[in-house]
């Protein structure tokens, strides 16, 4: 008897798609204006969601407070006015698509989510293009 | 070949999250704000999934008019401009949180929907809190 | 040239629509179910705007962190997870419809805006329902 | 290690629920409303997901762009600005329910998707009915 | 010390753009794909707002509930489920843009209206496209 | 008789808070995270207003068809995928806070609008931040 609890949160960065290892013909040919090399950038939407067991002391699979903090500590605060490519650590070598961006998260929260539960990223690039990733 | 049907509703109600059998200082401490005795309220919103094999005859897997009806039969006369606290049996001695609210709807809808089909409910409590139950 | 800055907030209250000097019958005819005596209650949706010149320095007609605080301070702190009737002073003789909350709120605010600037204040009671007031 | 990429799109179309082979009484019980013999309409809501792994090289499922695109030709052209019943000819014979267009445009675009890859279609007929179909 | 008021609905209708006293290529030219002589439709969502003083005794300007039934009787069930251009009387003689939709919207409400009160009509025909009319 | 016809557009951009003659203690105290000098970014939401009186032939105010183009010549072609500190030639000596970005649209659009009709910009930086500019 498993339930999912989701949390909503945002945060704004500034990016570029493209390879270093490639020529600016095939960067702009695969990635077109988001090769701008002066960057643009997008007001992302992140729901993070956990699923498990309700407690039944608490009646919470998991309290909402806490996971809010969580995204907080650990994505807003890592992503949040920045610029992904530049300010990023782990977007040093990896293409910061949304793909990426949302398997880089779930690498940031898996650590602080107890282990029995499953946990799912959903990212927003724009209103109209999102990723979903379960791990 | 299954596909999913899905219709949004909402009802507005007060509640409080708090144990009985705890002391205000551990209500406090673990369900902070939610915990005035004097309650709050949010304005709940309401996905109903069904699931099934389309019937070659209506082209519906099930009448949204009909699950419309059974969510305003069993959901919204139950739950809408209440106090889930006080006027709603479920939760005399349930805590009502999102999570338990949210499996109350599906019990209360699981016995008027075909068995041979899936039921899925998806509760927002707010805009940015929400959780999502197949039985 | 003026120009009109707005942020949005939110808080989530229980209400109950009454007069405290009407018969029980008279409540019922004209405020219905949103008369229940053990309360209801909403996520209330909040957008402030100030209507000013834009300062040349800085570009800002104000600072949007600065009302996002007010809005904080003088809002959320004062009807956030709050039983309206009860908790909140300014609606102890004084019935909590959509259109005195709002009131109630831009008397809050008006104090702490520059008075060469216009206020307004926004109120959603429900997705379908809301209300403007501009002093 | 697979992520979901989603696209939105929409069209705006005339149809008419019905059964040529029955009788106007048995459609208008069935069907209601919706029976209008001269059409009612909707703005469709179309969400659009291809599941699969991420390309190291590129860090797309698959670029959106080229989705969108698809979209476009596909579903777009056929759909929008049309008369369900009359200008399409998948629905000759095929009452044009939400379930029944979300399994024409799966039809439509499953061809032109990689094979290895899973594709999922949301089909609002309006913000409150909707319906998912993944083959 | 004046409020406004505002309820949400919504309706869904078919139509097409043409003016019959033109020649086909030119309502081909001037209304595009929206001259398709075989309709298409929308969901068409409209805000109907009230401004006027709160009743010292309700705290109403106007009872929503009120509001919201006279959109029903004079809007939805003349415009909901039809033919704009077939089944409505106001436009046998008039194209049923989305400018002269919310025009004749206002006009049939306007009378139900408190002549002391101003009445507002938003009227939005897609999610990007909508009018405003105040009389 | 006038009526205001609108039209929504959006534009993804990276942008930086500051002031070149000012120190960055300065810059930091006044624009905080929004001053990272190696920019952050938004999905910019717009909104654009015209008012005027319904052509008796067309039914229009303006045909959203042409704003839209417009929208898409003078500000997505300009704005959309840029870095505005950077890229555009108005934010060379300009602060691209929301206010001075919503008057630079306005600008660019008003020579293209018919005189006689009212222009108005309503601009999103975030889905809480916005606003909105008649020149």
Redesign the interface.
């Known amino acids: ?1 498993k ?8 945060f ?4 570029r ?1 493209f ?1 270093p290892d490639w020529s600016n013909e095939k960067n702009d040919a ?1 990635f ?3 090769n ?1 090399p ?6 992302y939407d992140l729901t993070v ?1 956990v699923t498990g067991e ?1 407690d039944p ?5 998991m ?3 806490v996971l809010k903090e969580l995204i907080k500590e650990h994505v807003e605060e890592a992503l ?4 992904l490519n ?2 990023v650590p782990e977007f040093k070598n ?7 961006i ?2 880089v998260i779930w690498d940031k929260l898996r650590p602080h989510i107890d282990k029995k539960k499953e946990l799912e990223v959903v990212l927003y690039e ?8 379960s ?1």
Do not use: Q
């Open positions: 008897m339930i999912k609890v989701s949390r909503k949160a945002s704004n960065a500034a990016h798609l390879r695969v077109g204006k988001c701008n002066r960057y643009h950038g997008h007001n969601s309700i002391e608490t009646g919470f699979v309290d909402l407070k949040d006015h920045k610029n530049v300010d990896l293409n910061p698509t949304a793909e990426n949302a398997v724009t209103p109209r293009n999102f990723v979903t990733y791990g």
